[in-house]
């Protein structure tokens, strides 16, 4: 028997992610379903069980007789088991990334001596993945401009171009040229659904455009001015547009958001800000251009602890702009440290 969480159907795909990204999801079981409503969700180690009653309301918490998952030769944990510990194993399976084509481990430097062993076993799994790849560094480490990271191809084919699918979009990209994260891909969906019909939007540090793509290609009737420095990234922009179709919709501009937006002398009703690592450089940049009652997503790494200082910044820096600043919400859009988070503040400007 094993604990489960007993999920409507409706919360069921964003139930499922939300375990796999705490770690809580027992992916060697398989998941159940009642006849109607409900999915049976196996869960694995330590859980908070106030965080997914309140998340997702109508839960509860049932122990049942899920059969696990037989392994067989392609499965990555059990191609891994020879390799590395459990507990190493729930590191790597949690910390990887695939773009496109293309998987990009984390490797900590005491398993340096068995980093070509992973990637192979990774090649195994996965059998579409033609490259394999690990971070060496954080964001910035090759380019701290472009937001580029330094990668070791550990085995594959000797590139990091690759044609990446979200949400039915395509999106073409080559990581030492341009940055690119697909763990945003939930916070596009949601930003994108919050906008409304008609609106002008400004993509700062658009990269190779998935913020612009994702947001046109569910609110046709809105512009969008997507800004970026890097001219490979913006190329790439460029082309996904094309390929996407999505042309009528985004205005792509090359340059520096502080040179382009007084050129440009546009105000916007929604402003994204997808830059932590520089954000509050940008903010008052942001709201000098935002229009009364406009929205803007602000990205920024903060600790747990200094939620409260963060959000007193942001209302002193609009009041330095003579505005005022309404936080509409905060909310964790990924890891990046202990204790510390990406968060994104929705911030009302008027």
Not at 53 to 80: A, M, R, V, W, Y
Not at 125 to 150: H, N, Q, T, W
Not at 245 to 254: D, E
Not at 286 to 294: E, G, Q, R
Request: aromatic share 10%; proline share 4%; with cysteine.
């Amino acid at each position: 028997m094993v604990v489960c969480l007993k999920v409507k159907k409706i919360h069921g795909e964003d139930a499922k992610q939300f375990l796999r990204e705490k770690g809580w999801l027992d992916t060697e079981r398989l998941i159940g379903k009642t006849e109607k409503m409900y999915l049976i969700l196996p869960i694995a180690g330590r859980f908070d069980k106030h965080i997914l009653l309140k998340k997702f309301p109508g839960s509860k918490f049932e122990e049942k007789n899920l059969q696990k998952i037989p392994p067989h030769q392609t499965d990555l944990k059990h191609l891994l088991k020879n390799i590395l510990t459990e507990e190493q194993i729930g590191e790597l399976v949690r910390s990887y990334d695939v773009i496109g084509d293309i998987a990009i481990l984390e490797i900590p430097p005491r398993l340096d001596r068995l980093a070509v062993s992973i990637a192979w076993a990774f090649k195994r799994a996965f059998p579409y993945i033609g490259v394999v790849a690990r971070k060496m560094g954080k964001v910035g480490s090759a380019d701290e401009e472009y937001r580029l990271r330094k990668y070791e191809i550990l085995t594959g084919e000797r590139r990091l171009e690759t044609m990446h699918k979200e949400g039915g979009l395509m999106m073409h990209t080559d990581l030492g040229k341009a940055y690119f994260s697909p763990r945003s891909s939930r916070e596009r969906e949601r930003v994108a659904g919050l906008v409304k019909n008609g609106e002008q939007i400004l993509v700062m540090f658009a990269g190779i455009g998935p913020f612009a793509l994702v947001i046109a290609s569910k609110n046709q009737n809105t512009q969008i001015t997507a800004i970026e420095i890097n001219p490979d990234a913006f190329k790439f922009m460029e082309e996904n547009i094309r390929l996407n179709r999505l042309g009528f919709a985004i205005n792509p501009v090359l340059g520096d958001v502080n040179e382009v937006l007084p050129k440009l002398g546009q105000k916007f009703d929604r402003i994204i800000m997808p830059f932590p690592e520089k954000s509050w450089d940008f903010l008052e940049l942001a709201i000098k251009y935002a229009n009364k009652n406009s929205t803007i997503h602000f990205y920024a790494f903060v600790r747990e602890d200094k939620l409260n200082d963060a959000e007193e910044k942001i209302k002193k820096i609009a009041e330095k702009e003579g505005r005022h600043a309404k936080i509409l919400r905060v909310l964790k859009a990924g890891s990046y440290a202990p204790k510390t988070w990406r968060y994104v503040f929705d911030v009302k400007i008027k």
